[in-house]
């Protein structure tokens, strides 16, 4: 499954589940890596709004707003995924496609993402990494937060054995849907992530969470020109 359409109803069938399977899936570890990942907001010193990239039900946006009261923008492409986020404070919902995004160049003074870019890389992690560069300012935050393939031959054998169980535990919900959930999260690579991100023009560090069965990436953007804070898109209410 690579296509956007067939994506966002797989996300519409599962939407009331999903959490759950973030939970599971991270061993419970879920909001302590949203809350790594929404650190960074707190070193942003611009008044322009920050991006959320796959805003989902809108935990990490609740995390942000702890340490930052910029106006959150957030994407995603199933509505039904979204209709948790829509009462959180300064977040305005927006759904798109994070391959292109209706907003102008250079507007958001970061990008923030959680458990997302196992779900691009189905598509093109390089083309949803240049697309965040495109609407962050230069000398933007960026902060994404993922679980991915594990380093080291015995984390990679027990996550592998984990995943399966949660698969099989998500199969009785949605069968194909927890599936292909499963097969992101092992298909993505975190030296992958590092390469597209430096290439799009980020400096970025990656930073292991539980014994490599996440990564934190957080860094700057880094050599293009400065842009009006004003942004458009349709408006979600």
Do not use: C
Not at 184 to 204: H, K, Q, T, W
């Amino acid at each position: 499954m690579s296509n956007q359409k067939e994506i966002s109803t797989m996300f519409n069938s599962i939407s009331s589940f999903y959490e759950f399977f973030n939970i599971v899936s991270s061993l419970g570890l879920v909001i302590v890596w949203r809350t790594r990942a929404a650190l960074a907001a707190g070193k942003i010193n611009g008044k322009g709004p920050l991006l959320e990239v796959g805003v989902g039900n809108g935990g990490l946006s609740r995390m942000i707003r702890r340490f930052s009261n910029n106006l959150i923008v957030g994407i995603d492409i199933s509505r039904d995924l979204t209709a948790g986020s829509r009462g959180v404070a300064g977040l305005e919902v927006v759904i798109g496609d994070a391959f292109r995004m209706p907003f102008r160049d250079g507007v958001f003074e970061g990008a923030f993402s959680a458990f997302v870019l196992r779900s691009l890389e189905r598509v093109s992690l390089m083309a949803a990494i240049k697309e965040v560069d495109r609407v962050v300012k230069e000398g933007g935050i960026l902060s994404f937060v993922d679980m991915a393939k594990p380093e080291g031959d015995f984390s990679n054998a027990f996550f592998k054995v984990y995943l399966r169980l949660a698969r099989a535990f998500g199969s009785i919900y949605n069968r194909g849907a927890y599936s292909w959930l499963v097969e992101s999260i092992i298909r993505l690579n975190p030296e992958s992530v590092d390469r597209a991100l430096a290439l799009a023009g980020f400096s970025v560090s990656r930073l292991t969470l539980a014994g490599s069965i996440a990564y934190l990436w957080t860094g700057l953007k880094y050599g293009d020109k400065g842009h009006s804070n004003n942004y458009q898109h349709d408006r979600i209410n």
